[in-house]
Nanobody
Framework: QVQLVESGGGLVQAGGSLRLSCAASGNILSITTMRWYRQPLGQQREWVAL???????NYAASVKGRFTISRDNPNNTVYLRMASLKPEDTAVYYC?????????WGQGTQVTVSS
């Protein structure tokens, strides 16, 4: 059973930065693509960024150039560095992994950006 635990959310002013962490149980970072999603209040969950086992990254257009995804395989942790934050980045941020037919989600961490 895979467990994903997000942390690092909080309240920040527009233009500020935060770094989110996703700690994974087991050595899964080397065998699967890891993703970050977010869900604003009352809206659908949306994909934000991914990092493959080979280190390739990709970003949603809304965050490209401001967010950076990275991973620390020995510590089984994925990070999302968020800079130049905007009020529209306010959401619960989730870590996600697929292993075979199974999909895993963390409990989420709240990010609130004040204007």
């Amino acid at each position: 059973q895979v467990q994903l635990v997000e942390s690092g959310g909080g309240l920040v002013q527009a233009g500020g930065s935060l770094r989110l962490s996703c700690a994974a149980s087991g050595n899964i970072l080397s065998i699967t693509t890891m993703r970050w999603y977010r869900q604003p209040l009352g809206q659908q969950r949306e994909w934000v960024a991914l990092i493959t086992t080979g280190g390739t990254t990709n970003y949603a257009a809304s965050v490209k150039g401001r967010f950076t995804i990275s991973r620390d395989n020995p510590n089984n942790t994925v990070y999302l560095r968020m800079a130049s934050l905007k009020p529209e980045d306010t959401a619960v941020y989730y870590c996600n992994a697929h292993l075979g037919p199974d999909t895993y989600w963390g409990q989420g961490t709240q990010v609130t950006v004040s204007s």
